[in-house]
């Protein structure tokens, strides 16, 4: 029997030669996986696609619960945004992706799994190091990396083993999208001082004029409700995109440096991500003590690093996840935003759990603060600053 593949299968171009080009140049017999976490396509119609260009076995995953609850929902809780911008639309659905090839590998007895990503970007990675932490005796194939066709070549490579494709010579942009958005460049916005064209946008075109206000409800750091209705995460990720999109806002336009060293400019689309971490945001600064909402302030920044350079399965991963999930305990209650054309802000937050104390808080006649505890606590809080001034300082 041939050597069984299974390959990380998206349906366009480059995975549907890869299926044919691994049956010709390797003699393997392929296995393709699709996931659905939320991109949206004909699902048949890729399976078909699949199997005309010599797939032995098209498999279809619906991921987009799982991928809200298990790798969407962490990332919330996280705050992750990689160099403080992006909120992972990409990187986190590449180690879902991966735990169903290596599932399948197992099931259809395959001895290698495959991607179908350049040597230039982050998905390689991710792919890879995600693969080598859940199976590390599958081999792993990317023959994109190998073959060395142009775009052009492939659609001819295509065209001669009538493979059935949409992709056009004249395709500009390189797209990939999810529930917790969706990723654009190439064309002319490989230039960073270009702008980026209109038409690029479909999540956040500006529909809506008259501002509103939507509250979102939070158990454990999550959200479980929109307006009142209690909605499964990916329905209510699904439903934040199209009403926060319609305010044409959740755009992000920067440039953002590889896990290979290339930097890349990349426009972004995630108005429910971005909405979520912002209301996430300010609920915590309601109801978590001081010293543990500094440190995890200072562990986001690393775990956003760690899921964009593919080590969701890593032993540190894996611990801040620990860290997280307890500082979760009481983040709980409601955010109001208000969004306008453009615009989404926080306008509100309660919580059951609040620390924020109105009696310790105000200035006026209920003023419950003792001011004459601040003596003593200031001068000693000083006198190790006071102590250097009286001795060193005048040296220096």
């Known amino acids: ?54 797939a032995v076995e098209a498999v279809v995953v619906d991921c987009r619960e799982e991928f809200a609850r298990d790798f969407c929902g962490p990332a919330l809780q996280a705050n992750a945004l990689y160099e403080n911008r992006y909120p992972l639309v990409s990187a986190l ?47 792993i194939l990317a023959p994109v990396r190998e073959w060395g066709m142009t775009r052009e070549e492939c659609i001819h490579y295509a065209d001669r ?11 500009i942009y390189s797209i990939d999208d999810n529930l917790w958005g969706r990723a654009i460049e190439c064309g002319e916005m490989e230039d ?26 939070f158990e454990d750091g999550l959200p479980v409700a929109l307006d009142g209705r209690k909605l499964p995460m990916h329905e209510l990720i699904a439903e934040l995109n ?29 108005p429910a991500a971005l909405a979520l971490i912002m209301a996430h945001l300010d609920l915590e600064a309601l109801t978590l003590e001081r010293d543990l909402h500094h440190e995890k302030l200072r562990l986001e920044p690393r775990f956003a690093e760690l899921v964009y350079d593919g080590m969701w399965f890593s032993p540190l991963k894996q611990s801040i996840d620990a860290f997280v999930a307890a500082s979760q305990r009481y983040v709980d209650g409601e955010v109001r935003l208000r969004l306008e054309p453009g615009r989404c802000i926080v306008v509100g ?23 004459a505890d601040s ?18 300082s005048a040296r220096g």
């Open 161 to 171: 083993f009538d493979i059935p494709l949409t992709a056009t010579r004249e395709k």
């Open 375 to 392: 003596v003593g606590f200031v001068r000693l809080w000083g006198l190790g600053i006071q102590t250097w001034a009286a001795r060193q």
């Open 192 to 217: 960073p001082w270009a702008s980026p064209p209109e038409g690029v946008w479909e999540m956040t075109k500006l529909t809506a004029s008259e501002p509103t206000e939507l509250v979102i409800a």
């Open 93 to 139: 659905s590449r180690p879902i992706i991966v735990k169903y090839l290596v599932e399948a590998a197992r099931m259809h007895g395959a001895e290698a799994v495959a991607h179908g990503c350049t040597g230039k970007g982050n998905d390689q990675v991710r792919f890879e190091v995600g693969i080598a932490a859940l199976a590390p005796d599958l081999e």
């Open 242 to 270: 199209v009403l926060v999109g319609s305010y044409g806002w959740g755009r992000l336009d920067m440039v953002e440096n590889r896990r290979v060293g290339i930097k890349s400019r990349e426009t972004y689309e995630a």
């Open 349 to 371: 937050r309660r919580s059951e759990h609040s620390l924020y104390d109105y009696g310790l808080a105000t200035y006026e006649a209920a003023d419950s603060f003792n001011h």
């Open 1 to 54: 029997m041939a050597k069984r593949v299974v390959l990380a299968y998206s349906g366009g171009l480059d995975t549907s030669v890869a299926v044919r080009w691994m049956i010709e140049t390797y003699g393997v017999e392929v296995i393709t996986v699709a996931c659905d976490v939320g991109q949206g396509g004909d699902w048949e119609t890729i399976k078909d696609r699949a199997r005309a260009a010599g």
